[in-house]
């Protein structure tokens, strides 16, 4: 099954994968998906990725340039893979701040941390992304992974995520995104829009969640439009790397 391009969304509502939805309604939606999937969430990423989302995870982690004793936020960071890497980089006197604005998906991080004997330097807190509920210059890395194409307002996550980071502070931004492979786009759409939704319905017995998944990174933003979105936010030498042909990509920005 081929996807099709769908309808920009109006004034007033927002892309929910290919449907348009009031805004208001966006983020209940978001919620009810990752309160499905959070049981399931870890096996899930194996399953569709091959195990690759370890290699792109383990490649964010190389770029964070992150010392001991420095301070990290991991936003909508899900089941904590790229927390507790941080959290190794900053050592003990240092700290990670793992948030989630789903409380399953934050139950399912904060455990995974400490069964990774993490405990000590992170911290968990529910939050969402527009509104990060921390001081400015706060952090010296920001990470969000696959997370900000549920975001309902991305322009706003984007300064709100710039806004927390000390100055020389990095964002890295780790998302799928767009083939840039010939030949790559059309397996990829039949991958995503008949083995993903069926993996969805067999093991974690929602279709439709994952279903949802494949369409909204089709409406997220391509490369260089997400790039002009960081440099709009006030982040400065911004630039990406293409993973696995562009089917994901690592966007970087620094607060000068």
């Known amino acids: 099954m ?23 309604e966006k983020a209940r939606r978001v919620r009810a998906v990752f309160e499905s999937v959070a049981g399931n969430y870890d096996l899930m990423n194996d399953l569709m990725s091959g195990g690759a989302h370890r290699i792109w995870k ?29 959290a190794d980089q900053v050592g003990p006197t240092g700290l990670v701040l793992l948030t989630d604005i789903n409380w399953a998906m934050l139950n399912e991080g904060r455990n995974a941390t400490i069964d990774k004997g993490l405990a000590s330097n992170v911290r968990y807190a529910i939050a969402n992304a527009e509104k990060l509920p921390f001081a400015d210059a706060s952090f010296d890395c920001v990470t969000i992974g696959f ?3 549920n975001v309902t307002d991305k322009a706003a996550a984007l300064r709100s995520m710039a806004r927390v980071l000390r ?4 964002l890295l931004i ?40 494949a369409e909204s990174i089709r409406r997220f933003p391509k490369q260089d439009e997400l790039l002009q979105m960081m440099r709009e936010a006030g982040l400065e030498q911004c630039r990406y790397h293409n993973l696995s042909g562009g089917i994901v990509a690592l966007h970087r920005g620094y607060r000068l």
């Open 58 to 86: 383990h490649f964010t982690l190389s770029q964070t340039g992150l010392r001991p004793g420095q301070r990290a936020l991991d936003v909508a960071g899900g089941t904590g893979d790229l927390a507790a890497g941080m």
């Open 167 to 170: 100055p020389g502070g990095q």
């Open 174 to 213: 780790l998302e799928f995104s767009h083939p840039t492979v010939p030949g790559l786009k059309p397996l990829y759409d039949a991958y995503s829009f008949t083995v993903l939704p069926w993996l969805g319905k067999v093991v974690a017995k929602d279709e439709a969640s994952y279903r949802y998944l």
């Open 147 to 149: 997370g900000l194409r």
């Open 2 to 24: 081929a996807a099709s391009d769908p309808k920009p969304a109006g004034p007033e509502t927002t892309d929910f994968g290919y449907e348009e939805v009031p805004v208001a």
